[in-house]
Protein backbone atom coordinates (compact mmCIF):
# COMPACT_ATOMS: atom_id res chain seq x y z
CA UNK A 1 0.00 0.00 0.00
CA UNK A 2 1.48 3.47 -1.03
CA UNK A 3 1.19 6.28 1.55
CA UNK A 4 1.61 10.20 0.95
CA UNK A 5 0.52 13.69 0.06
CA UNK A 6 -2.82 13.37 -1.60
CA UNK A 7 -3.61 17.10 -1.14
CA UNK A 8 -1.68 19.96 -0.33
CA UNK A 9 -2.54 23.27 0.12
CA UNK A 10 -1.19 27.00 1.54
CA UNK A 11 -2.38 30.70 2.53
CA UNK A 12 -0.15 33.46 3.54
CA UNK A 13 -1.17 36.90 4.76
CA UNK A 14 -2.92 39.72 2.78
CA UNK A 15 0.27 42.37 2.88
CA UNK A 16 3.94 42.02 2.67
CA UNK A 17 6.96 44.93 2.89
CA UNK A 18 8.86 44.46 -0.80
CA UNK A 19 12.67 44.27 0.36
CA UNK A 20 13.20 46.84 -1.85
CA UNK A 21 11.55 48.93 0.48
CA UNK A 22 13.55 47.51 3.20
CA UNK A 23 16.51 48.30 1.69
CA UNK A 24 16.04 51.65 0.60
CA UNK A 25 15.30 52.55 3.88
CA UNK A 26 18.20 50.91 4.87
CA UNK A 27 20.32 52.60 2.39
CA UNK A 28 21.69 50.01 0.54
CA UNK A 29 21.21 48.09 -2.65
CA UNK A 30 18.08 46.44 -3.26
CA UNK A 31 19.73 43.35 -5.00
CA UNK A 32 21.20 42.37 -1.92
CA UNK A 33 17.75 40.73 -0.97
CA UNK A 34 16.78 40.25 -4.69
CA UNK A 35 19.92 38.62 -6.05
CA UNK A 36 22.38 38.08 -2.61
CA UNK A 37 19.84 36.03 -0.69
CA UNK A 38 17.14 35.40 -3.00
CA UNK A 39 13.98 37.00 -2.00
CA UNK A 40 11.69 39.61 -2.93
CA UNK A 41 8.75 39.77 -0.31
CA UNK A 42 8.04 39.48 3.19
CA UNK A 43 4.97 38.42 4.09
CA UNK A 44 3.36 40.32 7.44
CA UNK A 45 0.52 39.31 9.49
CA UNK A 46 -2.23 41.14 9.71
CA UNK A 47 -3.28 41.86 13.61
CA UNK A 48 -6.21 39.70 13.41
CA UNK A 49 -4.12 36.92 11.99
CA UNK A 50 -1.76 34.38 13.81
CA UNK A 51 -0.86 30.55 13.29
CA UNK A 52 -3.99 29.33 13.78
CA UNK A 53 -5.83 31.32 11.40
CA UNK A 54 -3.35 31.05 8.82
CA UNK A 55 -3.40 26.90 9.36
CA UNK A 56 -7.47 27.26 9.46
CA UNK A 57 -7.41 29.42 5.87
CA UNK A 58 -4.66 27.00 4.42
CA UNK A 59 -6.67 23.63 5.57
CA UNK A 60 -10.16 24.32 3.97
CA UNK A 61 -9.78 23.89 1.04
CA UNK A 62 -9.35 20.55 1.57
CA UNK A 63 -11.75 19.91 4.79
CA UNK A 64 -14.67 21.42 2.01
CA UNK A 65 -13.78 18.59 -0.24
CA UNK A 66 -13.31 15.41 1.64
CA UNK A 67 -16.03 16.90 5.08
CA UNK A 68 -14.85 17.48 8.33
CA UNK A 69 -15.86 14.05 9.57
CA UNK A 70 -13.47 11.77 7.50
CA UNK A 71 -10.27 13.58 9.06
CA UNK A 72 -8.95 11.61 11.90
CA UNK A 73 -6.50 13.29 13.79
CA UNK A 74 -5.07 17.02 13.18
CA UNK A 75 -1.22 17.02 13.41
CA UNK A 76 -0.03 20.71 14.12
CA UNK A 77 3.51 22.05 13.52
CA UNK A 78 4.69 25.12 14.77
CA UNK A 79 7.21 27.13 16.24
CA UNK A 80 5.59 30.14 16.87
CA UNK A 81 2.98 28.31 19.67
CA UNK A 82 0.66 31.14 21.35
CA UNK A 83 0.13 28.93 24.43
CA UNK A 84 2.15 27.08 26.82
CA UNK A 85 -0.18 24.26 26.93
CA UNK A 86 -2.84 24.15 24.38
CA UNK A 87 -2.39 23.05 21.13
CA UNK A 88 -2.98 25.87 18.61
CA UNK A 89 -4.53 23.22 16.44
CA UNK A 90 -7.50 22.82 19.09
CA UNK A 91 -8.58 26.44 17.99
CA UNK A 92 -8.51 25.03 13.60
CA UNK A 93 -10.22 21.81 15.04
CA UNK A 94 -13.31 24.07 16.00
CA UNK A 95 -13.22 26.51 13.12
CA UNK A 96 -13.08 23.53 10.21
CA UNK A 97 -15.76 21.98 12.44
CA UNK A 98 -13.94 18.43 12.49
CA UNK A 99 -15.57 15.95 14.52
CA UNK A 100 -15.05 15.40 18.62
CA UNK A 101 -13.34 12.41 18.03
CA UNK A 102 -10.62 13.16 16.46
CA UNK A 103 -7.73 14.23 18.16
CA UNK A 104 -5.09 17.24 17.73
CA UNK A 105 -1.72 17.43 19.11
CA UNK A 106 1.34 20.16 18.45
CA UNK A 107 4.86 19.38 17.37
CA UNK A 108 7.74 21.53 17.70
CA UNK A 109 11.64 20.99 16.80
CA UNK A 110 11.97 24.50 14.79
CA UNK A 111 11.13 24.49 10.84
CA UNK A 112 11.91 20.24 11.05
CA UNK A 113 8.52 19.49 12.99
CA UNK A 114 6.18 19.41 10.21
CA UNK A 115 8.35 17.10 8.28
CA UNK A 116 8.31 15.16 11.96
CA UNK A 117 4.50 15.26 11.71
CA UNK A 118 4.57 14.22 8.20
CA UNK A 119 6.21 10.93 9.26
CA UNK A 120 4.44 10.41 12.32
CA UNK A 121 0.82 10.96 9.90
CA UNK A 122 2.33 8.23 7.14
CA UNK A 123 2.94 6.10 10.00
CA UNK A 124 -0.62 6.28 11.47
CA UNK A 125 -2.22 5.51 7.93
CA UNK A 126 -0.15 2.52 7.43
CA UNK A 127 -1.91 1.10 10.74
CA UNK A 128 -5.37 2.40 10.16
CA UNK A 129 -5.35 3.24 6.15
CA UNK A 130 -8.98 4.52 5.82
CA UNK A 131 -8.22 6.99 8.08
CA UNK A 132 -6.61 9.92 6.84
CA UNK A 133 -4.98 12.76 8.80
CA UNK A 134 -4.51 16.18 8.72
CA UNK A 135 -1.30 17.94 8.92
CA UNK A 136 -0.45 21.47 9.32
CA UNK A 137 2.15 23.18 9.28
CA UNK A 138 2.03 27.02 10.82
CA UNK A 139 4.72 29.89 11.41
CA UNK A 140 5.29 33.28 11.62
CA UNK A 141 9.46 34.34 11.08
CA UNK A 142 10.40 37.06 13.48
CA UNK A 143 13.79 39.02 13.88
CA UNK A 144 15.18 42.05 15.75
CA UNK A 145 15.06 45.31 13.62
CA UNK A 146 18.04 45.86 11.50
CA UNK A 147 19.61 42.59 12.75
CA UNK A 148 20.73 40.47 9.36
CA UNK A 149 17.65 38.59 9.91
CA UNK A 150 15.31 41.21 9.07
CA UNK A 151 14.62 40.87 5.47
CA UNK A 152 14.60 36.74 6.06
CA UNK A 153 10.87 37.05 7.89
CA UNK A 154 7.72 35.80 6.87
CA UNK A 155 4.46 34.05 7.46
CA UNK A 156 2.17 31.39 6.00
CA UNK A 157 0.81 27.97 6.71
CA UNK A 158 0.62 24.55 4.47
CA UNK A 159 -1.79 22.15 5.18
CA UNK A 160 -2.06 18.55 3.96
CA UNK A 161 -4.02 15.70 3.85
CA UNK A 162 -1.79 12.25 4.65
CA UNK A 163 -3.72 9.13 3.16
CA UNK A 164 -3.19 6.08 1.68
CA UNK A 165 -2.77 5.48 -2.06
CA UNK A 166 -2.21 9.63 -2.49
CA UNK A 167 -3.22 11.50 -5.62
CA UNK A 168 0.01 13.55 -5.33
CA UNK A 169 3.08 12.39 -3.33
CA UNK A 170 4.01 8.75 -2.81
CA UNK A 171 6.42 9.23 0.35
CA UNK A 172 8.69 6.46 0.66
CA UNK A 173 9.53 4.89 4.24
CA UNK A 174 13.75 5.48 3.85
CA UNK A 175 14.62 8.87 5.75
CA UNK A 176 18.26 10.03 6.77
CA UNK A 177 18.47 12.30 10.02
CA UNK A 178 21.02 14.12 11.35
CA UNK A 179 20.76 15.74 14.94
CA UNK A 180 23.14 17.73 16.94
CA UNK A 181 23.13 19.96 19.81
CA UNK A 182 23.83 23.74 18.60
CA UNK A 183 23.16 26.58 19.09
CA UNK A 184 22.89 28.42 16.05
CA UNK A 185 18.90 30.10 15.82
CA UNK A 186 16.42 29.57 19.21
CA UNK A 187 13.89 31.69 20.71
CA UNK A 188 13.98 32.00 24.59
CA UNK A 189 10.01 31.78 26.26
CA UNK A 190 10.30 35.27 27.33
CA UNK A 191 11.34 36.43 23.09
CA UNK A 192 8.99 36.84 20.29
CA UNK A 193 11.53 37.34 17.93
CA UNK A 194 13.77 34.91 17.39
CA UNK A 195 17.91 35.15 18.34
CA UNK A 196 20.16 33.63 15.76
CA UNK A 197 23.70 33.28 14.50
CA UNK A 198 23.41 33.75 10.93
CA UNK A 199 26.85 32.51 9.17
CA UNK A 200 26.60 30.08 11.56
CA UNK A 201 23.10 28.88 11.31
CA UNK A 202 23.76 28.34 6.98
CA UNK A 203 27.10 26.33 8.08
CA UNK A 204 25.46 24.03 10.33
CA UNK A 205 22.36 23.52 7.71
CA UNK A 206 24.47 22.37 5.03
CA UNK A 207 26.93 20.37 7.35
CA UNK A 208 23.65 18.78 8.30
CA UNK A 209 22.38 18.16 4.38
CA UNK A 210 25.61 16.15 4.21
CA UNK A 211 24.79 14.24 7.00
CA UNK A 212 21.37 13.65 6.32
CA UNK A 213 21.95 12.84 2.78
CA UNK A 214 24.95 10.41 3.87
CA UNK A 215 22.34 8.64 5.95
CA UNK A 216 19.45 8.43 3.59
CA UNK A 217 21.49 7.28 0.47
CA UNK A 218 23.30 4.32 2.51
CA UNK A 219 20.25 3.31 4.37
CA UNK A 220 17.96 3.63 0.87
CA UNK A 221 20.08 2.72 -1.41
CA UNK A 222 18.76 5.84 -3.44
CA UNK A 223 21.49 7.64 -5.60
CA UNK A 224 22.04 11.10 -6.47
CA UNK A 225 21.21 10.80 -9.87
CA UNK A 226 17.87 8.78 -9.39
CA UNK A 227 16.43 11.76 -7.58
CA UNK A 228 14.66 14.29 -10.88
CA UNK A 229 13.97 17.47 -8.35
CA UNK A 230 15.00 18.71 -4.74
CA UNK A 231 12.88 20.34 -2.33
CA UNK A 232 15.37 22.12 0.29
CA UNK A 233 13.81 24.23 3.53
CA UNK A 234 13.69 27.88 2.76
CA UNK A 235 14.99 30.27 4.73
CA UNK A 236 15.49 32.09 1.92
CA UNK A 237 16.21 31.19 -1.92
CA UNK A 238 19.63 31.18 -2.00
CA UNK A 239 20.07 28.80 0.91
CA UNK A 240 18.62 26.20 -1.36
CA UNK A 241 20.94 27.01 -4.51
CA UNK A 242 23.94 26.79 -2.03
CA UNK A 243 22.49 23.81 -0.36
CA UNK A 244 22.30 21.94 -3.88
CA UNK A 245 25.59 23.09 -5.49
CA UNK A 246 27.10 20.91 -2.40
CA UNK A 247 25.07 17.89 -2.70
CA UNK A 248 25.74 18.26 -6.39
CA UNK A 249 29.57 18.78 -5.62
CA UNK A 250 29.40 15.81 -2.92
CA UNK A 251 28.23 13.76 -5.11
CA UNK A 252 30.49 14.60 -8.35
CA UNK A 253 27.30 14.98 -10.36
CA UNK A 254 29.14 17.06 -12.75
CA UNK A 255 26.39 18.68 -13.72
CA UNK A 256 25.95 22.83 -15.02
CA UNK A 257 24.60 25.21 -13.35
CA UNK A 258 21.97 25.38 -15.54
CA UNK A 259 21.33 21.44 -14.66
CA UNK A 260 21.29 22.46 -11.34
CA UNK A 261 18.63 25.49 -11.26
CA UNK A 262 16.34 23.36 -13.53
CA UNK A 263 16.42 20.88 -10.56
CA UNK A 264 14.95 23.24 -8.06
CA UNK A 265 14.07 26.94 -9.69
CA UNK A 266 10.81 25.83 -9.78
CA UNK A 267 10.59 25.24 -6.18
CA UNK A 268 11.44 28.65 -5.04
CA UNK A 269 8.94 30.89 -6.82
CA UNK A 270 6.14 31.12 -3.90
CA UNK A 271 8.88 31.65 -0.73
CA UNK A 272 10.10 34.41 -2.74
CA UNK A 273 7.51 36.24 -2.39
CA UNK A 274 6.39 34.77 0.92
CA UNK A 275 9.53 34.92 2.84
CA UNK A 276 10.71 32.16 5.74
CA UNK A 277 7.41 30.69 7.27
CA UNK A 278 9.33 28.33 8.63
CA UNK A 279 7.93 24.92 9.35
CA UNK A 280 5.63 25.17 6.17
CA UNK A 281 8.50 26.63 3.76
CA UNK A 282 9.87 23.12 2.02
CA UNK A 283 6.42 22.24 2.04
CA UNK A 284 5.18 25.78 0.31
CA UNK A 285 8.42 25.00 -2.05
CA UNK A 286 6.65 21.65 -2.73
CA UNK A 287 3.43 23.05 -3.55
CA UNK A 288 5.53 25.56 -5.78
CA UNK A 289 7.32 23.10 -8.04
CA UNK A 290 3.75 20.88 -8.79
CA UNK A 291 2.25 24.17 -9.76
CA UNK A 292 4.93 26.18 -12.02
CA UNK A 293 7.16 23.30 -13.41
CA UNK A 294 6.06 23.24 -16.93
CA UNK A 295 7.20 19.68 -16.83
CA UNK A 296 5.67 16.73 -16.50
CA UNK A 297 6.17 15.59 -12.80
CA UNK A 298 4.47 12.19 -13.18
CA UNK A 299 6.57 9.48 -11.91
CA UNK A 300 9.44 12.15 -11.00
CA UNK A 301 11.36 11.28 -7.70
CA UNK A 302 11.83 14.25 -5.38
CA UNK A 303 14.38 14.51 -2.92
CA UNK A 304 13.58 15.87 0.51
CA UNK A 305 15.69 18.29 2.94
CA UNK A 306 13.96 19.75 5.97
CA UNK A 307 15.75 21.45 8.32
CA UNK A 308 14.94 22.75 11.88
CA UNK A 309 17.72 24.69 14.00
CA UNK A 310 19.17 23.16 17.15
CA UNK A 311 18.99 20.96 15.30
CA UNK A 312 17.48 17.98 14.00
CA UNK A 313 17.78 17.45 9.66
CA UNK A 314 16.11 15.21 7.62
CA UNK A 315 16.93 13.56 3.73
CA UNK A 316 13.89 11.57 2.28
CA UNK A 317 12.29 10.99 -0.86
CA UNK A 318 8.74 10.77 -2.74
CA UNK A 319 7.59 10.01 -5.81
CA UNK A 320 4.99 12.17 -7.89
CA UNK A 321 1.66 10.39 -8.65
CA UNK A 322 -0.35 10.13 -12.30
CA UNK A 323 -2.95 12.81 -12.42
CA UNK A 324 -1.00 14.65 -9.55
CA UNK A 325 -2.20 18.12 -11.44
CA UNK A 326 -6.04 17.27 -11.00
CA UNK A 327 -5.47 17.54 -7.31
CA UNK A 328 -3.80 20.95 -6.80
CA UNK A 329 -5.28 24.39 -6.08
CA UNK A 330 -3.00 26.58 -8.31
CA UNK A 331 -5.23 29.53 -9.14
CA UNK A 332 -6.82 29.68 -5.13
CA UNK A 333 -2.99 30.09 -4.27
CA UNK A 334 -1.99 32.53 -7.33
CA UNK A 335 -5.03 34.74 -5.90
CA UNK A 336 -3.55 34.69 -2.09
CA UNK A 337 -0.45 35.97 -3.81
CA UNK A 338 -1.58 38.48 -6.23
CA UNK A 339 -4.33 40.02 -4.23
CA UNK A 340 -1.92 41.37 -1.90
CA UNK A 341 -1.13 44.49 -0.58
CA UNK A 342 1.77 46.16 -0.59
CA UNK A 343 3.21 47.80 2.71
CA UNK A 344 4.72 51.39 3.12
CA UNK A 345 7.98 50.98 5.61
CA UNK A 346 5.74 52.66 8.29
CA UNK A 347 2.55 50.46 7.79
CA UNK A 348 5.07 47.46 8.17
CA UNK A 349 6.56 49.31 11.69
CA UNK A 350 2.50 49.64 12.64
CA UNK A 351 2.50 45.44 12.47
CA UNK A 352 5.69 45.03 13.61
CA UNK A 353 5.42 46.72 16.77
CA UNK A 354 2.13 45.22 18.28
CA UNK A 355 2.74 43.33 21.18
CA UNK A 356 0.05 41.20 22.15
CA UNK A 357 -1.73 42.67 25.39
CA UNK A 358 -1.09 41.00 29.13
CA UNK A 359 -3.22 42.55 31.20
CA UNK A 360 -6.10 40.43 31.00
CA UNK A 361 -8.20 43.23 29.73
CA UNK A 362 -11.21 42.75 27.03
CA UNK A 363 -9.24 43.87 23.51
CA UNK A 364 -11.17 43.80 20.12
CA UNK A 365 -8.41 43.42 17.16
CA UNK A 366 -9.41 45.38 14.04
CA UNK A 367 -10.87 43.67 11.36
CA UNK A 368 -7.65 43.94 8.89
CA UNK A 369 -7.77 40.08 7.42
CA UNK A 370 -9.76 39.23 4.23
CA UNK A 371 -8.97 35.61 5.18
CA UNK A 372 -12.49 33.23 6.40
CA UNK A 373 -11.01 33.25 9.45
CA UNK A 374 -9.80 36.06 12.27
CA UNK A 375 -8.38 36.61 15.79
CA UNK A 376 -11.47 38.50 16.91
CA UNK A 377 -10.78 39.37 20.54
CA UNK A 378 -8.38 38.73 23.53
CA UNK A 379 -10.14 38.62 26.23
CA UNK A 380 -9.80 37.74 29.98
CA UNK A 381 -6.24 36.09 28.91
CA UNK A 382 -8.25 33.92 25.94
CA UNK A 383 -7.96 34.13 22.40
CA UNK A 384 -11.47 34.31 20.61
CA UNK A 385 -11.44 33.26 16.64
CA UNK A 386 -14.22 33.11 14.42
CA UNK A 387 -15.38 32.51 11.19
CA UNK A 388 -15.84 35.69 8.87
P1 LIG B 1 24.02 39.15 5.94
O1 LIG B 1 25.14 38.69 6.79
O2 LIG B 1 23.54 40.54 6.15
O3 LIG B 1 24.28 38.97 4.42
O4 LIG B 1 22.79 38.15 6.17
P2 LIG B 1 25.68 38.90 3.62
O5 LIG B 1 26.41 40.17 3.84
O6 LIG B 1 26.39 37.60 3.88
O7 LIG B 1 25.08 38.90 2.16
C1 LIG B 1 24.26 37.85 1.75
C2 LIG B 1 24.63 37.55 0.28
O8 LIG B 1 24.27 38.70 -0.49
C3 LIG B 1 26.13 37.32 0.05
O9 LIG B 1 26.23 36.29 -0.93
C4 LIG B 1 26.60 38.63 -0.54
O10 LIG B 1 27.74 38.51 -1.38
C5 LIG B 1 25.38 39.03 -1.34
P3 LIG B 1 26.91 34.88 -0.55
O11 LIG B 1 28.30 35.16 -0.13
O12 LIG B 1 26.10 34.32 0.63
O13 LIG B 1 26.77 34.06 -1.78
N1 LIG B 1 25.29 40.48 -1.65
C6 LIG B 1 24.86 40.97 -2.82
N2 LIG B 1 24.44 40.35 -3.95
C7 LIG B 1 24.06 41.15 -5.01
N3 LIG B 1 24.09 42.52 -4.95
C8 LIG B 1 24.50 43.16 -3.83
C9 LIG B 1 24.90 42.37 -2.70
N4 LIG B 1 25.36 42.68 -1.47
C10 LIG B 1 25.58 41.50 -0.83
N5 LIG B 1 24.51 44.49 -3.81
C11 LIG B 1 22.16 35.90 6.76
C12 LIG B 1 22.73 36.81 5.68
C13 LIG B 1 21.78 34.56 6.17
C14 LIG B 1 23.23 35.70 7.85
C15 LIG B 1 20.92 36.59 7.40
O14 LIG B 1 19.92 36.77 6.41
C16 LIG B 1 20.31 35.84 8.56
O15 LIG B 1 20.82 35.87 9.68
N6 LIG B 1 19.15 35.15 8.34
C17 LIG B 1 18.47 34.39 9.38
C18 LIG B 1 19.11 33.03 9.61
C19 LIG B 1 18.88 32.06 8.49
O16 LIG B 1 17.96 32.20 7.70
N7 LIG B 1 19.71 31.00 8.42
C20 LIG B 1 19.56 29.97 7.42
C21 LIG B 1 20.03 28.60 7.91
S1 LIG B 1 19.23 28.16 9.44
C22 LIG B 1 17.61 27.70 8.96
O17 LIG B 1 17.35 27.57 7.80
C23 LIG B 1 16.61 27.50 10.04
C24 LIG B 1 15.57 28.61 10.20
O18 LIG B 1 14.60 28.56 9.18
C25 LIG B 1 14.91 28.50 11.57
C26 LIG B 1 14.33 27.17 12.00
O19 LIG B 1 14.80 26.09 11.73
O20 LIG B 1 13.35 27.25 12.75
C27 LIG B 1 16.21 29.99 10.14
Same mark, same amino acid.
Given at each position: MSVGIDEISFYTSGQYLDLKTLAQQQGIDPNKYYDGIGQEKMAMPSLDEDIVTLAANAALPIVERVGPDAIAALLFATETGIDQSKAAGVYVHRLLGLHSNSRVIELKQACYSATAAVQMACAMVARQPERPILVIASDVARYDLESPGEATQGCGAVAMLISANPRILEIAPEVGNHTEDVMDFWRPNYRSNALVDGKYSTKIYLKSLKRSWENYTELSGVTYDEIDYFCYHLPFGKMAQKAHS???????????????????????????????? &????? &???? *???????????????????? &???? *????????????? &????????????????????????????????????????????????????????????????R
Open positions: QLARVNRSGQTPEELERQIEPTLIYNRAIGNS &YTASM &YIGL *CSLLENSTDDLTAKRIGFFS &YGSG *CVAEFFAGVVQPN &YRSALHPQKHQKVLSERVELSHDEYLRLYHFANPTDGGEHPMPEETRGRFRLATISGHKREYIA
